[in-house]
């Protein structure tokens, strides 16, 4: 074992340089392998206790498995082992290895190229791991007899090597969830032998190739989640043998090409997502295997064909967010599978087919039509198919009528949602007999009666929404019953009575919304106990006595109790009447008096020092960070002097000039078509045409030659850009971002010198400047504002599902278009720039003084998209208030955030909004949002939620208020 143990440390110390080392044949192959493969890891949960380099054979060891007749290592599977590391050489010991399965760790680095070298190796699954750069050439130019390969849920980049194609054998191909980008090579259609191809969500782009017939035992493909374009493949229907087809979430258009009514063999078909046009042809019907088919969020237009009930295998159908008219054709009766039915938002109209009601679905989503009153049959009479339905909604149509009688037949109900309609009468009482029941949404509709007591049966409730109904009598007291409520909204009713204390045992509360009711009597003072309730509305109505103190009700917004005349307490800036106790006889001779004035005198005098160390604390961070951005911008103006005189722009030059002529030439490239500029480059970097600057360079404003804007960014830390191959991948990876809430780039001009982002041009200009520019004449409405708000968060939900962080978000970095949508502009440009460490950044990001999360003060804390969350917060605080993140007095600093929370915390936060808004605000809309503003700019990155949670906290507070329009 010496002499292993030596030519073990040797391959350790040496191998990555060394070809595979020869040894000694006595010692088993096989377990020198794997012992120099465990020793390059990690393996937190000694997984590879078992692996000893003193055993004669390895097949006993945990995840080696051998060949009985050849006592030789065949598989290798360490599926979920927490292993870390890198895939080491040691595996080309194994010669004999047919299966090497290692996903679901932590491996890092390179895939390695060597690993198909091993002849009889069949499958290759390192998925789920951390592998990074890109697909080696190599690894399939020597593939022998590889059947199966996985680098799934990696962060793999690159092309797709055409050396795929050399692996005839290959069977299954899967490199979905990385991000892969390039064109689609057609090589791919000449593995004939492949069975399955998954290439989802990755940043693949241009057209889907001809050719794909050729892969006569193809059986599934999925290529959802990427930039594709254009019209599928009209040779598509060659796959006779195609069971599962997915190019959902693309950009393809066109029809459906004729030859898909071959796929007779298919059983789920779902092309959602993309930008398909024409009707469903007929011959949808000849797809008589199909069990799911998904064809929402398209442009699919004309009637439902009658074809459709020819599929009587299909289990799911979505047709949601098309444009279809008509009515659902009878046919469909004959669907007798059929489990789940989307319809919703198109343009259907006409009565709702009571045969829906007859199929025994599990799901049924209808909102959004114009379906009129249906003829529902009895509930009681037809129970028998309504065990299994778990979801129906029937929101936003034309219904009338009542709710069908014998709802308590719904036994497996868990969301009901029949709200804007024009549903009248009672609610059932047999609605408390349907225990899995977890939504209730009737609102807008024309219900009158009372809530039934039978309410609290539902005991999975989680969300009852009432609103703008005309429902009477008292909130019953059993409502305590459904612990699991986090949603209670019965606004804009006719409810009477005092609020049940019992509505304190419901702890797990949320968002309440009593308003605009008939109540009386006090607030339970146990309210300020429910730890989570984050929105409490009972405005207009008629309470009265002492607001709830501690808790939630220390932040609660005046407008959330507004209307009660009665209500007293610190936030109603309405004092209590005071319960006078027996008078006190005080020693007269007592200095107790005095202590306690001179206690509080002290007091005082530490509050002032505390302020005026803060304040002189904030000053000079200001000025140091003044400082650094000035030696910085010195530094990169010096390197840009040097560095940009052999450019071809400079002096007015025309950039046309040929390529043979300078040797300095740059490269333009437009992302979508050629294009060129209107009066060559000496339009570009004029000082007439220059609109902003910021952190990373310079903008100015030109026009293409067909007469088209742009907005171009010089960069102007050309010192710290990455190499052009490096820059130009970056740059493509944003021209593909494509959101309305996000500035589209178009394009780039590059040279060694000089780097140009070529922007599209929104005239209106920055956020900042319409807010704070005392020239400019523009006021945003409440409205307006909102809209602005929630336009931001959801281009920063979208950048952080991509896995990008902005880290400069500031007012300057948001413009507005021409219809008042935000856009959020300079995403990216660091992963453009890599020699930026923490503290150049940190400098970088100090030009958003304000907005700056404290995190970037600090080397040691790990950098998020909770910074961006941050700003966010600051950015919301600066268009309700029409405030600077800081501004500078005589002899003072006022940094908003500060002050908008302790105003909070006196009460008086509704005198934050904007002054120039003249009371033209929704209140319960303005403080809620500020509240979330201040919850975005917590100082602890884990108290910031999610952007995506952001999104869906602003469209719960948004009011669809009648005023709503006047304030737009």
């Given at each position: 074992?010496?002499?292993?143990?030596?030519?073990?440390?040797?391959?350790?110390?040496?191998?990555?340089?060394?070809?595979?080392?020869?040894?000694?044949?006595?010692?088993?192959?096989?377990?020198?392998?794997?012992?120099?493969?465990?020793?390059?890891?990690?393996?937190?949960?000694?997984?590879?206790?078992?692996?000893?380099?003193?055993?004669?054979?390895?097949?006993?060891?945990?995840?080696?498995?051998?060949?009985?007749?050849?006592?030789?290592?065949?598989?290798?599977?360490?599926?979920?082992?927490?292993?870390?590391?890198?895939?080491?050489?040691?595996?080309?010991?194994?010669?004999?290895?047919?299966?090497?399965?290692?996903?679901?760790?932590?491996?890092?680095?390179?895939?390695?190229?060597?690993?198909?070298?091993?002849?009889?190796?069949?499958?290759?699954?390192?998925?789920?791991?951390?592998?990074?750069?890109?697909?080696?050439?190599?690894?399939?130019?020597?593939?022998?007899?590889?059947?199966?390969?996985?680098?799934?849920?990696?962060?793999?980049?690159?092309?797709?090597?055409?050396?795929?194609?050399?692996?005839?054998?290959?069977?299954?191909?899967?490199?979905?969830?990385?991000?892969?980008?390039?064109?689609?090579?057609?090589?791919?259609?000449?593995?004939?032998?492949?069975?399955?191809?998954?290439?989802?969500?990755?940043?693949?782009?241009?057209?889907?190739?001809?050719?794909?017939?050729?892969?006569?035992?193809?059986?599934?493909?999925?290529?959802?989640?990427?930039?594709?374009?254009?019209?599928?493949?009209?040779?598509?229907?060659?796959?006779?043998?195609?069971?599962?087809?997915?190019?959902?979430?693309?950009?393809?258009?066109?029809?459906?090409?004729?030859?898909?009514?071959?796929?007779?063999?298919?059983?789920?078909?779902?092309?959602?997502?993309?930008?398909?046009?024409?009707?469903?042809?007929?011959?949808?019907?000849?797809?008589?295997?199909?069990?799911?088919?998904?064809?929402?969020?398209?442009?699919?237009?004309?009637?439902?064909?009658?074809?459709?009930?020819?599929?009587?295998?299909?289990?799911?159908?979505?047709?949601?967010?098309?444009?279809?008219?008509?009515?659902?054709?009878?046919?469909?009766?004959?669907?007798?599978?059929?489990?789940?039915?989307?319809?919703?938002?198109?343009?259907?109209?006409?009565?709702?087919?009571?045969?829906?009601?007859?199929?025994?679905?599990?799901?049924?989503?209808?909102?959004?039509?114009?379906?009129?009153?249906?003829?529902?049959?009895?509930?009681?009479?037809?129970?028998?198919?309504?065990?299994?339905?778990?979801?129906?909604?029937?929101?936003?149509?034309?219904?009338?009528?009542?709710?069908?009688?014998?709802?308590?037949?719904?036994?497996?109900?868990?969301?009901?949602?029949?709200?804007?309609?024009?549903?009248?009468?009672?609610?059932?009482?047999?609605?408390?007999?349907?225990?899995?029941?977890?939504?209730?949404?009737?609102?807008?509709?024309?219900?009158?009666?009372?809530?039934?007591?039978?309410?609290?049966?539902?005991?999975?409730?989680?969300?009852?929404?009432?609103?703008?109904?005309?429902?009477?009598?008292?909130?019953?007291?059993?409502?305590?019953?459904?612990?699991?409520?986090?949603?209670?909204?019965?606004?804009?009713?006719?409810?009477?009575?005092?609020?049940?204390?019992?509505?304190?045992?419901?702890?797990?509360?949320?968002?309440?919304?009593?308003?605009?009711?008939?109540?009386?009597?006090?607030?339970?003072?146990?309210?300020?106990?429910?730890?989570?309730?984050?929105?409490?509305?009972?405005?207009?109505?008629?309470?009265?006595?002492?607001?709830?103190?501690?808790?939630?009700?220390?932040?609660?917004?005046?407008?959330?109790?507004?209307?009660?005349?009665?209500?007293?307490?610190?936030?109603?800036?309405?004092?209590c009447p005071s319960v006078h106790p027996k008078p006190i006889v005080l020693n007269p001779n007592s200095s107790g008096s005095n202590s306690s004035i001179s206690s509080q005198n002290h007091h005082h005098r530490i509050i002032l020092s505390i302020s005026a160390l803060i304040a002189i604390g904030a000053a000079a961070f200001i000025a140091i960070g003044v400082v650094a951005i000035t030696v910085l911008n010195m530094r990169v103006r010096s390197s840009m002097a040097r560095s940009a005189a052999p450019f071809a722009f400079s002096g007015g030059e025309d950039y046309s000039c040929s390529p043979a002529n300078d040797p300095n030439y740059g490269k333009l490239v437009m992302f979508d078509g050629d294009a060129d500029f209107a009066d060559g480059a000496h339009n570009l970097l004029n000082k007439e045409s220059e609109i902003g600057r910021g952190g990373f360079g310079v903008v100015y404003r030109t026009f293409l030659r067909d007469g088209h804007a742009v907005a171009i960014k010089k960069l102007t830390v050309s010192s710290l850009i990455k190499s052009q191959e490096d820059f130009e991948r970056e740059v493509k990876k944003l021209g593909k971002i494509r959101h309305q809430n996000l500035v589209a780039l178009e394009g780039y001009y590059w040279t060694s010198s000089l780097q140009l982002l070529i922007y599209e041009y929104l005239s209106r200009g920055s956020l900042h400047k319409l807010l704070h520019d005392d020239n400019s004449k523009n006021v945003f409405s409440w409205g307006q504002r909102f809209k602005i708000i929630l336009g931001m968060a959801k281009g920063l939900a979208h950048l952080h599902q991509m896995n990008i962080i902005h880290y400069n978000l500031k007012s300057t970095n948001v413009l507005i278009d021409s219809s008042g949508e935000p856009k959020v502009g300079d995403f990216g440009l660091v992963k453009l720039l890599p020699m930026l460490d923490h503290c150049v950044l940190s400098s970088k990001i100090q030009s958003a003084l304000g907005y700056m999360a404290p995190e970037f003060a600090c080397r040691t804390v790990k950098i998020t998209e909770k910074c961006d969350v941050y700003g966010f917060g600051i950015l919301v605080l600066e268009i309700v208030t029409g405030k600077k993140p800081v501004e500078y007095m005589e002899d003072d600093v006022v940094v908003l955030c500060d002050m908008v929370r302790g105003a909070l915390e006196e009460g008086t936060v509704e005198q934050c909004v904007d002054g120039r808004l003249l009371g033209n605000f929704a209140a319960e809309e303005a403080i809620p949002v500020i509240k979330l503003g201040l919850i975005c700019a917590s100082q602890v990155p884990s108290n910031r939620p999610d952007m995506d949670e952001v999104v869906n906290i602003l469209e719960l507070i948004q009011c669809p208020s009648e005023g709503q329009e006047e304030l737009e």
């Open positions: 074992m010496m002499q292993l143990s030596l030519c073990l440390l040797f391959l350790i110390l040496f191998g990555p340089v060394l070809p595979v080392l020869s040894v000694d044949p006595g010692f088993n192959d096989d377990v020198f392998g794997l012992i120099v493969f465990k020793a390059g890891l990690e393996d937190p949960k000694h997984k590879l206790s078992s692996w000893n380099e003193d055993d004669n054979s390895p097949c006993n060891w945990e995840g080696v498995k051998c060949d009985p007749a050849t006592n030789r290592v065949s598989a290798l599977v360490l599926d979920g082992f927490s292993l870390s590391g890198h895939v080491d050489r040691g595996l080309l010991r194994l010669q004999f290895l047919q299966i090497l399965s290692l996903s679901g760790n932590n491996f890092t680095g390179p895939i390695n190229p060597d690993l198909p070298r091993l002849g009889g190796l069949q499958v290759v699954d390192l998925s789920d791991n951390n592998l990074s750069g890109s697909i080696p050439e190599g690894f399939f130019q020597q593939c022998g007899s590889l059947r199966t390969v996985s680098f799934a849920k990696n962060n793999l980049t690159g092309k797709i090597p055409d050396s795929l194609s050399y692996c005839s054998t290959l069977a299954t191909v899967n490199f979905s969830s990385n991000q892969l980008d390039g064109e689609l090579p057609s090589v791919v259609w000449f593995l004939r032998g492949l069975q399955s191809l998954d290439l989802s969500n990755n940043l693949l782009e241009g057209e889907i190739p001809e050719g794909i017939q050729n892969l006569y035992d193809l059986r599934e493909l999925s290529l959802q989640n990427n930039h594709f374009t254009g019209r599928l493949p009209g040779d598509i229907g060659g796959c006779l043998l195609l069971k599962s087809l997915d190019l959902s979430d693309n950009f393809l258009s066109g029809e459906l090409p004729e030859s898909m009514q071959r796929l007779t063999s298919c059983t789920s078909l779902r092309l959602q997502g993309n930008s398909f046009t024409g009707g469903i042809p007929d011959w949808i019907g000849q797809l008589k295997n199909l069990e799911i088919l998904d064809l929402s969020a398209n442009r699919f237009s004309g009637w439902i064909p009658k074809s459709l009930g020819n599929l009587d295998s299909l289990h799911r159908l979505n047709l949601s967010r098309n444009q279809f008219t008509g009515n659902l054709p009878g046919s469909m009766t004959n669907c007798t599978k059929l489990l789940a039915l989307d319809i919703s938002h198109n343009k259907l109209e006409g009565h709702l087919p009571s045969w829906i009601f007859r199929l025994g679905l599990q799901s049924i989503s209808l909102s959004g039509n114009s379906f009129i009153k249906g003829n529902y049959p009895s509930l009681k009479s037809t129970s028998a198919s309504y065990h299994g339905l778990e979801v129906l909604d029937l929101s936003s149509n034309a219904f009338s009528g009542e709710i069908p009688s014998g709802i308590e037949g719904l036994s497996s109900l868990q969301v009901l949602n029949m709200s804007t309609n024009n549903i009248s009468g009672s609610i059932p009482v047999g609605i408390g007999e349907l225990k899995s029941l977890y939504i209730i949404d009737l609102s807008e509709n024309k219900l009158n009666g009372s809530i039934p007591i039978e309410i609290e049966g539902a005991i999975s409730l989680s969300e009852l929404r009432l609103q703008k109904n005309s429902l009477g009598g008292r909130i019953p007291v059993q409502i305590e019953k459904c612990s699991s409520l986090t949603f209670l909204i019965l606004s804009h009713n006719k409810l009477t009575g005092s609020i049940p204390a019992a509505i304190v045992n419901l702890t797990n509360l949320q968002y309440v919304d009593l308003s605009w009711n008939e109540l009386s009597g006090s607030l339970p003072k146990e309210l300020a106990n429910l730890s989570h309730l984050f929105s409490f509305i009972v405005s207009y109505n008629h309470l009265q006595g002492e607001l709830p103190v501690g808790g939630f009700f220390n932040t609660i917004s005046p407008s959330s109790v507004s209307g009660n005349p009665l209500l007293c307490g610190s936030i109603v800036n309405h004092s």
